[in-house]
C-alpha cells in the first residue's frame, strides 16, 4: 500500500515528536504492509513549512528504515492566501515529491467563496488538487454537492482510513461512507499522528474495503492512484463508477 498523507517527520508539526517515534511509527507502517509513504508537515498559521529540514529528516528516517520502506515528502498545505500566492509562483514548492499533487486542507471555520476559482488557477499553473478529509470538516459535510462539484472540474478526495474504521466518530464514518458511494474517494491514506489512535496503519481499513466495496476499489485507492501520485503521473479526472458496479472502473492519462 502506498499512504499519501502522514505527519511521520519530527519535530515539523503535531506528529511525531521525536525520532524515535518516527521510526516506530515507520515500523509500523511497514509491518502492516506499507511499501511508501509520504510525510507531509502542516503548512498552516500555526507551523512553518521548511522544505530543508524536511529533506534532512527524510534522509536521516531513509537511512535508518533502509529498505523496508520507502520515504517521500509533501505537504498537508492549508488553503491560505499566502500559501496560495506561494504555490503558484512555485508549483514544486508544496507538491508531493516536487512532482506537482498538493494535499489541500481546509479550515473548519470557513470555506473560501472562490475556492473553485483558486482550485483552477492552481490547475492552470500545473498542479493536481487533492483535498484531504472532507469528511472530518463539518462545513464540507454540510454540502456534499460543493464537493462533487469540485471533482468534476478536476479536484481529487481523499479520506482518512480511520474514518471509515469509525476513529473520527459517526458524522465522519457515516459521510465517508457517502462519498464512497458516490465514487467521490480516489485516495485512502492515514493521516497518522502518533502510535495509538492515529497510526500508520492501513491494513484494517484495506481488510474493510475489500470486504465491504471489492477487492479492485481497495487496491484502486490505497495502491493504484497513491503510487501515481507519488511518480507525478496524472489520473483520470471526475468522479469513480461507484463500487462493485465493475471490475475494471479506473483508468490513468500518461
Not at 502542516?42 to 533502509?66: M, S
Not at 491560505?80 to 504555490?87: F, R, S
Not at 463508477?241 to 475494471?248: G, I, L, N, W
Request: aromatic content about 8%; glycine content about 8%; hydrophobic content about 40%.
Amino acid at each position: 500500500m502506498v499512504d499519501i498523507h502522514s505527519h511521520i517527520l519530527w519535530g515539523m508539526d503535531d506528529g511525531s515528536r521525536s525520532l524515535e517515534m518516527s521510526i516506530a511509527m515507520l515500523e509500523m507502517a511497514a509491518s502492516t504492509g506499507t511499501t511508501d509513504i509520504v510525510g507531509t508537515p502542516h503548512a498552516d498559521a500555526t507551523y512553518e513549512y521548511q522544505p530543508a529540514l524536511i529533506a534532512e529528516r527524510r534522509a536521516e528516517l531513509q537511512e535508518k528504515l533502509g529498505s523496508r520502506i520507502r520515504i517521500h515528502t509533501g505537504c498537508d498545505f492549508h488553503l491560505k492566501l499566502d500559501n496560495i500566492q506561494e504555490a503558484l509562483v512555485d508549483p514544486r514548492k508544496y507538491s508531493i515529491n516536487g512532482l506537482g499533487w498538493v494535499l489541500v486542507e481546509f479550515s473548519d471555520m470557513m470555506i473560501f467563496p472562490n475556492t473553485e476559482e483558486i482550485f483552477a488557477r492552481m490547475q492552470g499553473a500545473g498542479m493536481g488538487v487533492i483535498v484531504t478529509h472532507p469528511e472530518r470538516n463539518w462545513l464540507l459535510r454540510k454540502d456534499i454537492e460543493r464537493l462533487q462539484r469540485w471533482v468534476d472540474a478536476g479536484s481529487y478526495l481523499q479520506v482518512t482510513g480511520g474514518s471509515l474504521l469509525g476513529t473520527f466518530g459517526t458524522d465522519a464514518r457515516k459521510f465517508s461512507e457517502e462519498l464512497m458511494a458516490r465514487g467521490l474517494v480516489h485516495f485512502l491514506a492515514s493521516d497518522a499522528h502518533d502510535l495509538e489512535r492515529r497510526t500508520t496503519r492501513l491494513d484494517q481499513v484495506r481488510v474493510l474495503v475489500s470486504e465491504r466495496y471489492g477487492e479492485d476499489y481497495a487496491e484502486a485507492l490505497l495502491t493504484t492512484h497513491p503510487q501515481a501520485v507519488i511518480e507525478g503521473r496524472a489520473l483520470h479526472p471526475g468522479a469513480l463508477e461507484p463500487p462493485q458496479k465493475s471490475r475494471s472502473w479506473f483508468q490513468f492519462w500518461k
